[in-house]
Structure formats: structure tokens, C-alpha cells
């Protein structure tokens, strides 16, 4: 028998890092909210790799924490190494990546939501969504429980018919030995939502002692620590190495003797699997020119022995796993903790989505995460806070918070999933913003924290950091305007020895730090007059003085985009009656039903010559 178990502003569905930053987002303004989670011990699990962040992930976790998010704190609080990736390259894809302790992690994230003001985290598997007529909900447990919510958002991750897969073996299960969320979907059919089957996998865990690390190559953490958070002025020291090992020919001929025992081969997988994170099998086969893959060796924590074996993710048997794993120099005598596995599951196609991650056909239904199609942590994190954000204001009569592909990565992932869609889980790549290089990880706060401040989720200490930060950097700008370097016989020794002229009059700083052969560090002896700033402040002025005229350039191109952008479409338009549309792009806009000129024109089949038809058809429309 049902019974009535309270109501809420929200519910959410699942407390991975989507439904962690969804839920916290929701309470954090005012909205009384309700957490469910199939395990407790789940809360802000890491089922795959013991790391936040990576290339554009790390802008990601920058960018969560600039509007108020919470991903950035605790992977500060756990990580055990820390490292900037891709300092080779330009600042546009400079990215942070932190080695966690993934259980701290877990621990620091559960405690946070039991500790949040009218935030309710309770364990329950939810079986059933039941709409109002008055527009709430009747969230409906395993247990009979009906707890009653005016929005609903579903943060499911992997959890959602989940099916484990090793070898010739499959069993319903979700990650790490998990229960799966086994009634749920059939719940959401009926609700005219259309879901899909995809896939991910993750590597065998192993015990370090079995493990020879005098045959790898160790990787140690940046010291200096950056942090992810713009809270965190004490980041601490790194606390663990990771190791690199590579595959061989021996591990190369083994997957390959054996791909027929693959369920991805052997047609038991349905789901798409991710694209640019494959399994070891999937390399071998896609790349079988290269002799060798890498494998990185990382901890998952300071209180345990597991290493994870990141790139080896794997859904061949059990034996066929510890031949390929023993074949690899340094891995002979490794012994496997928990094997390597594949899990399907189900998730919706987003393009159902609007920019604010709610339904478009269903109102008070929102979804956020791997539910909504993408694959990562930090992607994850990205849209529930977005999704978390947008429940409680809709619900308070406010207006949406929409972020463009020119405001953030956040912004860029959220247009990406609701106009392109997915054939395989998203990832965030720099390569997917066009304006890369104006959305940096360095100027998260400068582009996000005011819009975090306006909705309500930076606190007063905050704001007064932030705004202090930014004062400095304008008057370091106009400081190394003004600043003239004289010539002498030291600085022109070192101009030299930089590969860069020799000044015979003084030049401004700011001149000479447009050189690209130059830098803050370089110029310091000759800068009597430089100030004890931050070193965020120094870098953040460097990047802009060197790149100014690139910069100058993509904010006028963000210019254009954001005209699009303002020419509105009518929610109810009918574009298979628009004359002149081809027939695929009028298929496509009424699927996918665009807010806005800007949005139409990144759709995949609608061309510039139907934008065209949409810019006329819109100058000779009349809203009644």
C-alpha cells in the first residue's frame, strides 16, 4: 500500500555528480528539496577514473565553481596529485587535472548534502513518475513511498537499466556491484520520453605491490598546486606519484586472437559505447597500424592499494583480462582487485531538451548528466547544475538561466546536446568551442561569477574576493602600460639569450610582453616597481596582453553570433508548412524546435540558405 511521504519543491534522482550539484544548486536558493540515491555509499562515487578534471574538464570544474558549484571544493579537499595539462600549448587549452582520493571524495560530498538547509538525502530506488493535473509530481520508491514535487529532475547516470557485461557474462547490475534502477524506465516511456541504450566501460583496479614500477615511467604533480576552486587559497602538496606503462605487440596479438570473445564484437552490446574514451579491444581494432598504447598507472586513494589502469577499460573475460594485463612490461605478476567491465544503460536523446535542460513536451521534468546522453564527472556536474538552478527559479516565477557558447563550456555543452544531439556519449573537448581562447580556465570567474552572484549562489566573502581580484588586474593592466623598461646591458643579455632583439630605448613592459619569447617571470628583475599580487593575477593579464588581437577578434565574432541569437523563434511554430525549407531541415527544426535564429543555424541539416528562409519568414512575421 502507497502512503504519502511529504512534499518538496524538487526531487532529484540520483546524487552522482549531477544530481549532487542539481541538488545543492536547488536548496542552496530556497527550494525545499529531496535527494534519492539507490545506495548511500554511492553519493559522489567515482565508478571509472580517480581524477577531476582534463583537457577543457578542467574549465568545466573552473567554470561549476565561478557560478557557486561545488565540484571544485572537494576535488581541492581530496586530490593526492595535482597537474596542468598541456602546458606545451597556447593558454586556450592549458587544463587542470587533480588525482583524487575517490572515497574522500564520496565522503566530502555525501557529508555536504546531509549538511545543506533544506536539502533531504534519503536512499530509496525510485520506480515511478506520476504528473499532476495541478503540474506537480508523484515520485514513487521501490518501498510504496509517494513523495509530491513541483519539478522532477533526473540524474540516473549509469544506474538506469544498467547491465554489466565481461565476456560471455552479463548480469543487471549498475556500477561498482551496484543495484540498477530496474522499473524506472518503463516509467519514462509511458511518459512519451524517447530513451536509447548506450555504453561505457571502465579497467581492471589492482594491487599495487604486485605491480614492478622500476620498469615505468613515473609522473609527478606541478608544484605549485593550482587549485579548481577559487575559495581554496591553501591548495596543499601533491601526495602521490602515477606511473606510465605501454602495451606491445604480445597484448596487441592476445586482444586480437580473441576480439570474437569481445560482447562488443559478438553483438551482445547494443549500446553505442564513447567515442574518444574506447576500450583497449576498440583501440586495437580501430588502430591496428600503432604498435603501442599508453597506460597510465594511478592510485585511487591514500588508504587503499588499488591502482586503476587508466586506458585499459575492457569487456573481454576475465582470463583473456589477466593475459593482456600480464603482457604489459612491469604488469607480469599484477594481481586483479576488481576486473575490468562494460555497462549499458539507458538515457534520453536530448535534442527533447531546451536550454534549460527541462522537457520541451513535459513541464517540471528536467534531466541532467549521463542521463541526458554525455559521458564524464565534470560534464555531468556541468548540467546539473544548470538543471538545478533552472528547477528552483522556474518554480520562484523567475526568468531561466541560460548560458550561451559564448559565455561558458557549460554553455557550449548544453547548446551541443540540444541542437546536435548524440549518436555516442559527449565529451567536452576544446575543439568544441569556437571561442576557446576567450573562454579560458583562467578567466572562469571574470565570465561566470557575477551571473553566480546574480542568481544567488556567491556569498558576500566571495563577491568581495572576486571583486578585489579584479580591481588588481586593472591596475596591473594600466600599471604595465605605463611602465617603461630602460635599455641596459643585463636586459638586452637576456633578451638575447630568450631568442628576441635587443631594445636600444626603453619600451613599455606591455610591449614587451606581447613577445611571445617573454614573460612576467623573465622581466621581474627589471620591474622595480611590480606589486605582490597573486600569481592568478599576473597570468590572467599576460594572456590578455599577448592575445589581444585574437581575443579582439572572437569577441567580435561572439558579437555576431549573439545578434542570431536575439532573433527569437515562436514556440509553436509549424516548419513543415515554412515554403522554401528543405525537407530535412524542416524534419530537423520541428524535432529539435530551436529557441533562436543562433541555435537554428548549429543544427546538423539545417543549411545557410534555410536560415535565410527562417531570417525573411521572421522580418515579415507579427507575434499576435
Not at 531538451?353 to 513535459?362: S, V
Request: charged fraction near 25%; proline fraction near 5%; hydrophobic fraction near 35%.
Amino acid at each position: 500500500m502507497k502512503y504519502d511521504a511529504g512534499a518538496y519543491d524538487v526531487a532529484v534522482i540520483g546524487a552522482g555528480h549531477a544530481g549532487i550539484e542539481a541538488a545543492l544548486a536547488s536548496a542552496r536558493l530556497g527550494c525545499s528539496t529531496v535527494a534519492f540515491t539507490i545506495n548511500l555509499d554511492a553519493v559522489g562515487n567515482c565508478p571509472c577514473n580517480p581524477s577531476i578534471g582534463g583537457t577543457a574538464k578542467g574549465h568545466l570544474v573552473r567554470e561549476i565553481d565561478a557560478l557557486g558549484g561545488e565540484m571544485g571544493h572537494a576535488a581541492d579537499a581530496s586530490f593526492i596529485q595535482s597537474r596542468m595539462l598541456n602546458l606545451g600549448k597556447g593558454p586556450a587549452v592549458h587544463s587542470l587535472r587533480a588525482q583524487i582520493d575517490r572515497r574522500e571524495y564520496s565522503k566530502i560530498m555525501k557529508h555536504k548534502l546531509e549538511l545543506e538547509p533544506g536539502l533531504q538525502l534519503k536512499q530509496a530506488e525510485i520506480v515511478d513518475l506520476i504528473p499532476q493535473e495541478d503540474g506537480a509530481w508523484q515520485v514513487v520508491t521501490r518501498m510504496n513511498a509517494v513523495y509530491t514535487a513541483k519539478a522532477v529532475i533526473l540524474a540516473t547516470g549509469t544506474f538506469l537499466g544498467g547491465r554489466i557485461y565481461v565476456g560471455d557474462i552479463s548480469y543487471d547490475s549498475g556500477p561498482d556491484g551496484m543495484f540498477p534502477a530496474a522499473f524506472l524506465g518503463e516509467s519514462l516511456k509511458k511518459l512519451g520520453l524517447r530513451l536509447r541504450r548506450f555504453k561505457t566501460g571502465t579497467p581492471a583496479r589492482v594491487l599495487r605491490s604486485s605491480i614492478d614500477f622500476s620498469q615505468l615511467e613515473e609522473q609527478l604533480g606541478d608544484d605549485p598546486v593550482v587549485p579548481f576552486s577559487y575559495d581554496t587559497e591553501h591548495p596543499g602538496e601533491n601526495r602521490a606519484s602515477c606511473f606510465v606503462a605501454w602495451t606491445n605487440e604480445e597484448t596487441k596479438r592476445i586482444i586480437q586472437e580473441n576480439i570474437h570473445r569481445s560482447p562488443m564484437y559478438s553483438g551482445q552490446i547494443e549500446g553505442v559505447g564513447p567515442r574518444y574514451c574506447p576500450s583497449i579491444e576498440d583501440k586495437i581494432v580501430r588502430f591496428a597500424e600503432k604498435p603501442r598504447h599508453q597506460v597510465f598507472i594511478e592510485p585511487c586513494g591514500l588508504d587503499t592499494e588499488e591502482m586503476y589502469l587508466q586506458g585499459m577499460s575492457s569487456s573481454l573475460p576475465e582470463d583473456v583480462q589477466l593475459a593482456f594485463y600480464h603482457s604489459v612490461k612491469g604488469m607480469e605478476q599484477m594481481q586483479v582487485m576488481r576486473s575490468a567491465y562494460a555497462i549499458e544503460y539507458d538515457c534520453v536523446d536530448p535534442l527533447q531538451l531546451d536550454a534549460t535542460l527541462e522537457f520541451q513536451e513535459i513541464p517540471g521534468l528536467y534531466g541532467a548528466g549521463q542521463f541526458n546522453g554525455s559521458s564524464g564527472y565534470e560534464e555531468a556536474a556541468a548540467q546539473g547544475l544548470v538543471a538545478g538552478v533552472n528547477a528552483a527559479r522556474k518554480i520562484q516565477g523567475k526568468e531561466p538561466f541560460l548560458l550561451d557558447r559564448a559565455s561558458s563550456y557549460i554553455g557550449t555543452l548544453v547548446d551541443d546536446l540540444i541542437t546536435k544531439g548524440v549518436t555516442d556519449p559527449y565529451r567536452m573537448m576544446t575543439s568544441r568551442s569556437e571561442y576557446r581562447l576567450v573562454l579560458r580556465q583562467d578567466n572562469a570567474d571574470e565570465r561566470l561569477t557575477p551571473m553566480g552572484r546574480e542568481i544567488g549562489l556567491i556569498g558576500d566573502d566571495r563577491w568581495e574576493r572576486f571583486t578585489k581580484k579584479q580591481k588588481q588586474k586593472q591596475e596591473e593592466l594600466q600599471r604595465v602600460k605605463a611602465v617603461v623598461i630602460p635599455p641596459s646591458e643585463e636586459v638586452n643579455a637576456m633578451l638575447v639569450s630568450r631568442g628576441t632583439s635587443k631594445i636600444t630605448t626603453g619600451v613599455r613592459m606591455m610591449d614587451l610582453l606581447k613577445r611571445p619569447q617573454l614573460d612576467y617571470a623573465c622581466l621581474a628583475p627589471f620591474d622595480v616597481q611590480r606589486p605582490d599580487l597573486p600569481a592568478a593575477v599576473f597570468e590572467n593579464v599576460e594572456i590578455e596582453i599577448k592575445y589581444d588581437g585574437y581575443i579582439q577578434r572572437q569577441k567580435a565574432e561572439i558579437a555576431e553570433m549573439r545578434r542570431l541569437e536575439q532573433r527569437l523563434l515562436p514556440k509553436d511554430m509549424d516548419y513543415t508548412k515554412l515554403v522554401g525549407l528543405r525537407v530535412e531541415a524542416q524534419e530537423k527544426l520541428q524535432k529539435v524546435r530551436p529557441q533562436n535564429i543562433g541555435q537554428a543555424s548549429r543544427i546538423s541539416g539545417v543549411s545557410p540558405a534555410d536560415i535565410s528562409v527562417l531570417l525573411i519568414w521572421l522580418s515579415k512575421w507579427k507575434p499576435e
